[in-house]
């Protein structure tokens, strides 16, 4: 009897359809490193029986054509954001930053930048224009039957094709354009939200405040600039001039942001935003034998790795020196991730690799430190395992997100222009190293990351579910982006409002003037 239960129980559990199994979703993903963590959630909605379909091109530089859990269609296009394009940006700013002062800096930072996204955007545009004039390509999209759009809105072409196909419009992102994406969509004051690129912490003097107010202008800007010269051009081209490229990004149903409040200082926020920081983690899985061996070999000392990350292949060789030879008077190993040539100071503790397992070595017991740039990833992996960090900030985000670490006492903080001055790697690693407070508060951050409800991975599957059981989540949506800015902060109410009350204070005036000079008259007269 028991067993007939158990059995039509597990019958019941094995047969009923899932709520929504088998989607059909759509993807369009941005370049570089954005894709790898758009990589992990495919593979995730893979593994929950969707079909997945990603739009690249023919010049794609990390999305590749064949996969195990993607169909891919590609479109021809003369020039992409590739290895090329961005080692030579990334070269030159390594070497401006490092003769640089610092006001020439910030200003080349904040306004050089804008030729550069400029141009990376226009070839965005052309990927946009490829695949909408590819009239085959459309029509197989459109009777594909798609659930919803799934974007990294850092790039603007899925937004254009999510409108153009009619899709529920879902985000997988933490930039928009030109900034946070909080900025664009919840509510943000200057006061206490730090702009990336400011350096500053929620806590800021009135001359940072002034500081956070100009770099969001100058984000302001950009974001104008680019959308003007390469977005709202596509918009009234393809979707009609009467559609606003900027209110179309606003318009998604859930954004789903790559930010963790253990590691994000806390800030308003929206109904449809879903937080899934960290979802890229995981255990860690056995090393590679002959990595497990140099591991192993390191003794009570431990070890240190070192990455910066999947932009920057190799430094100015005087400064891969410098690093090299600090390494090599340690007595911890050391796993660096370089692809330059071979430093001439290298140590025999040093290995240097192209590639390494980054979160299996994180998780790894013996690993004491990263050495890391500061990308999400990478920092999210570090927080996950507990591993205290000494941070190399190059661009973007990076000193920001190291700052956050850093805050909580977590990581050390250097600078690409003084790292190979005065002692100061050996310093910061031998500080990490000795002064237990920054792994016990990175293990605290860690704690809190890992005490949630559901694990963020899950909690981005349920949701890219949720739109499409419901065919987006409109009633999640605020209507605050349809408004003009002067209708959004009230500034129409207060006006009318202060006039009313002038117009009352001065009918009040000019009344008790004419009564006052009445009485004034029949005082006269009686006199
Ligand atoms: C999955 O998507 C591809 C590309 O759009 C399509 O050819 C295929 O028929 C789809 N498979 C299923 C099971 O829907
Ligand atoms: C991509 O397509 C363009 C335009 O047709 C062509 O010129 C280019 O050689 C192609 N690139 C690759 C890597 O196939
Ligand atoms: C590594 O170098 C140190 C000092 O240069 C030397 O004492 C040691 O024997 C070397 N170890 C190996 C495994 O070569």
């Known amino acids: ?177 030109a900034g946070e994406a909080h900025l664009a969509i919840a509510p943000s004051p200057l006061s206490y939200v730090p702009i990336t690129g400011s350096g500053h912490t929620d806590q800021m003097t009135f001359l940072q405040r002034v500081k956070n107010v100009l770099l969001q202008l100058i984000n302001l800007i950009q974001n104008q600039v680019v959308v003007k010269l390469v977005y709202q051009k596509l918009c009234d081209k393809y979707l009609g001039s009467d559609i606003d490229f900027n209110q179309l990004m606003l318009d998604a149903d859930i954004w789903l942001m790559r930010v963790d409040f253990v590691f994000e200082f806390p800030r308003p926020t929206m109904p449809n935003v879903v937080y899934m920081g960290g979802f890229q983690c995981k255990p860690a899985k056995p090393l590679p034998e002959h990595l497990e061996e140099f591991v192993q070999s390191s003794g009570e000392h431990g070890v240190i790795i070192m990455s910066l990350g999947t932009f920057v292949s190799e430094l100015p060789s005087d400064m891969a020196n410098e690093i090299a030879a600090t390494f090599a008077k340690l007595p911890q190993k050391v796993i660096w991730r370089y692809k330059g040539d071979r430093p001439a100071t290298l140590g025999n503790n040093t290995l240097i690799v192209d590639w390494m397992p980054q979160n299996d070595l994180l998780g790894h017991p013996k690993i004491k430190l990263f050495v890391a740039h500061g990308g999400t990833n990478g920092v999210q992996e570090a927080l996950y395992h507990g591993v205290p960090v000494v941070g190399l900030p190059l661009f973007f985000d990076q000193f920001d997100n190291l700052l956050r670490l850093k805050e909580r006492g977590a990581a050390k903080l250097l600078t690409i222009q003084t790292v190979d001055k005065d002692n100061n790697f050996q310093d910061a690693i031998q500080e990490v190293l000795n002064e237990p407070s920054y792994r016990l508060n990175m293990q605290r951050l860690s704690r809190l990351h890992r005490d949630q409800p559901m694990k963020p991975l899950d909690t981005a599957l349920f949701w890219i579910e949720f739109v499409m059981r419901h065919k987006g989540a409109a009633h999640l949506r605020t209507e605050s982006y349809r408004l003009p800015w002067y209708s959004y902060h009230s500034v129409d109410v207060v006006l009318f409002l202060a006039g009313a009350v002038l117009l009352v204070l001065f009918t009040f005036v000019f009344f008790i003037r004419c009564l006052c000079t009445k009485i004034c008259r029949s005082k006269v007269k009686r006199e």
Request: some cysteine; proline content about 3%.
């Open 1 to 177: 009897m028991r067993l007939i239960h158990f059995c039509s129980a597990w019958l019941l559990l094995v047969f009923i359809p899932r709520g929504c199994h088998g989607g059909n979703i759509l993807v369009l993903p941005a370049e570089g490193s954005h894709w790898i963590n758009m990589d992990i959630l495919l593979e995730a909605l893979h593994s929950g029986g969707h079909n997945i379909t990603v739009v690249r091109s023919n010049k794609s530089w990390y999305i590749k054509e064949k996969s195990s859990y993607y169909n891919t269609y590609t479109v021809q296009v003369e020039r992409n954001l590739d290895q090329e394009f961005i080692t030579k940006i990334i070269f030159d700013y390594i070497k401006f930053e490092r003769g640089a002062i610092p006001l020439t800096s910030f200003l080349n930072t904040a306004v050089g930048m804008i030729g550069t996204i400029v141009d990376v955007h226009s070839t965005v545009g052309e990927l946009v224009s490829a695949i909408l004039d590819d009239k085959e390509l459309m029509r197989i999209l459109q009777d594909s039957k798609f659930d919803l759009v799934l974007t990294d809105p850092s790039w603007g072409h899925g937004v254009i094709l999510a409108k153009y196909l009619n899709l529920p419009l879902v985000y997988n992102v933490r930039w928009l354009i």
